[in-house]
């Protein structure tokens, strides 16, 4: 005849003094809990991002090649000399202008979504949304090299409707910068737009979901053309949802550096930059400078968006 096992009392008594201590005091267990988290976020992110804040302190020394650990800010001056200060200003011009784009793109497809949509609509809204997100990055890219190129659909396209002077018109401008769309800022800028697009109408589409029938049918019934019931009812309401799509779309074009490598010009911007220092160069002092960059925009770009109410959104 076997017998069970009976459980240990003093193990019970454990568990229940256990029980009872985190049933009187809830925020203990909640401690706890968020404890293993919290000093991961801490130790790895935290302490790395001021790791790095301290390798921007320090310089090369140009004789040696070596890295000279005395405190010092002349590799912040080495951001301002004209060809590194070009490179920021060029990747906060090309995040800036991928953001108002994606924000004009993104609305009429948040509005519709959020307005009329309904049932399997709405359904397929979210499929379209999300899909690009689920296929690889680095394909995206490539398909989007192909399409851009001289021997890809465009030119095909421009070439069929005997329009090729005109793109080899726009190719010659400077602003352009390459003599085709797959190695060009234009080129860049739209690949960025697509890769980002969706975490923009996502947002927007949840904030004017928010926007009560009401307010526009009172706008047009006190007399207020369309024009007007978007300016003075819509867009500021959906502000909060454009500027929080707007901290993902800027905030990634920023640091990212795949795609101005596969897609951009030979002018580096600063995710290339950090890599080309920190790899090529060796110099780990202004790599680190160079990737403070970013951080410190985006720490004012969501202090303002804060002011905005864009948390709200997400």
Do not use: C
Request: no cysteine.
């Amino acid at each position: 005849m076997t017998t069970l096992a009976q459980p240990s009392p003093n193990r019970d008594g454990v568990l229940s003094r256990l029980s009872a201590l985190f049933w009187r005091r809830p925020k203990f267990l909640l401690a706890l809990m968020l404890l293993p988290p919290v000093l991961w976020l801490g130790i790895i992110y935290i302490g790395s991002l001021f790791a790095l804040l301290a390798q921007s302190f320090f310089s090369l020394d140009d004789f040696t090649g070596q890295v000279r650990y005395e405190l010092t800010l002349s590799t912040y001056r080495e951001l301002f000399r004209p060809s590194n200060f070009d490179i920021i200003i060029r990747t906060v011009t090309m995040a800036a202008l991928v953001t108002v784009a994606s924000a004009i793109v993104a609305f009429p497809i948040a509005y519709y979504a959020a307005r009329y949509a309904r049932g399997k609509w709405k359904a397929l809204f979210y499929l379209g949304a999300m899909l690009p997100l689920w296929s690889s990055y680095l394909v995206k890219i490539y398909a989007w090299k192909m399409i851009l190129a001289k021997e890809g659909i465009i030119s095909w396209l421009f070439e069929k409707l005997s329009l090729s002077w005109l793109l080899d018109a726009y190719l010659a401008l400077p602003i352009v910068g390459g003599n085709s769309l797959s190695i060009s800022y234009t080129g860049t800028f739209l690949v960025f737009v697509y890769v980002w697009l969706p975490y923009m109408i996502l947002p927007v589409q949840a904030a004017l979901e928010r926007v009560p029938s009401n307010l526009i049918e009172a706008s047009y019934d006190l007399g207020g053309s369309p024009g007007q019931t978007f300016r003075h009812v819509l867009l500021p309401l959906a502000l909060p949802g454009i500027v929080a799509g707007s901290i993902f779309t800027f905030s990634l074009t920023l640091g990212d550096y795949i795609i101005p490598g596969i897609i951009g010009s030979s002018r580096l911007f600063i995710g290339q930059a950090v890599y080309t220092q920190q790899g090529t160069a060796g110099n780990i002092p202004l790599a680190a400078a160079f990737s403070i960059v970013p951080i410190v925009i985006m720490a004012f770009y969501l202090w303002a968006a804060k002011k905005k109410g864009a948390f709200d959104a997400l």
